[in-house]
Every structure is written in structure tokens, then in C-alpha cells.
Nanobody, 116 residues
Framework: VQFVESGGGLVQAGGSLRLACVASGIAFGINYIGWYRQSPGKQREMVAIINSDFSTTYADSGKGRFTISRDNAKNTVYLQMSSLKPEDTAVYYC???????????WGQGTQVTVSS
């Protein structure tokens, strides 16, 4: 399984970014995929998960601001982030929720930096 994240960058508070995650080596359409993030000195945390039936779950921190979506034809999961805050600054990763304890399953992530 391999996940390749992209779309991060530097943005001012209140701005928006759209992250993308391309998955390979997995039966993408029948699996749920999540976005996670890790800030310096903090543990990695769940941001949002999208299921095979397109139902979604969000951490409280992103509710109303973040939208997770998927394109099964492209094996890609997106995270649309708006009204960004400095506390959203982190490296964002995607992964299968059952693989999060396997260190080898994580990709390189994409850095999101929100300036105040």
C-alpha cells in the first residue's frame, strides 16, 4: 500500500487549501480512507474519514471547515480546507484507518502552514 499526498503550502489565516491523496496497492473503492495530521511535539490525530459509501466522519477541530471527498476512478481522496487557522499548521497524511499503527504505511505527507 502506498499513499502520496500533495497540495500543501503556506496560506494566511482564513485562507483555503485542497489536499489530494493518491492511493495504490489497495482496493480503493471498497475501503475507507482517512486524513490525519501531526504538529510538532504532538501526536498524530485524525482529521476526517470517508467510507466506501461516501459517508464521512470529522474531528471536532475541522467540522464546518473541512470537507473530505473521494474520486474512486482516480484512487484519490481530497481534503478541502477553508477558514484555516494557525493551529491547523501540521503535516497532513492520508492512510487506511486499520493501518495507522504500521509505521511503514505512512507516506511523506504534505506540509500545511497557516500564518496569522
Amino acid at each position: 500500500v502506498q499513499f502520496v499526498e500533495s497540495g500543501g503550502g503556506l496560506v494566511q489565516a482564513g485562507g483555503s487549501l485542497r489536499l489530494a491523496c493518491v492511493a495504490s496497492g489497495i482496493a480503493f473503492g471498497i475501503n475507507y480512507i482517512g486524513w490525519y495530521r501531526q504538529s510538532p511535539g504532538k501526536q498524530r490525530e485524525m482529521v476526517a474519514i470517508i467510507n466506501s459509501d461516501f459517508s464521512t466522519t470529522y474531528a471536532d477541530s475541522g467540522k464546518g471547515r473541512f470537507t473530505i471527498s473521494r474520486d474512486n476512478a482516480k484512487n484519490t481522496v481530497y481534503l478541502q480546507m477553508s477558514s484555516l487557522k494557525p493551529e491547523d499548521t501540521a503535516v497532513y497524511y492520508c492512510n487506511h484507518p486499520l493501518l495507522i499503527h504500521d509505521n511503514a504505511s505512512w507516506g511523506q505527507g504534505t506540509q500545511v502552514t497557516v500564518s496569522s
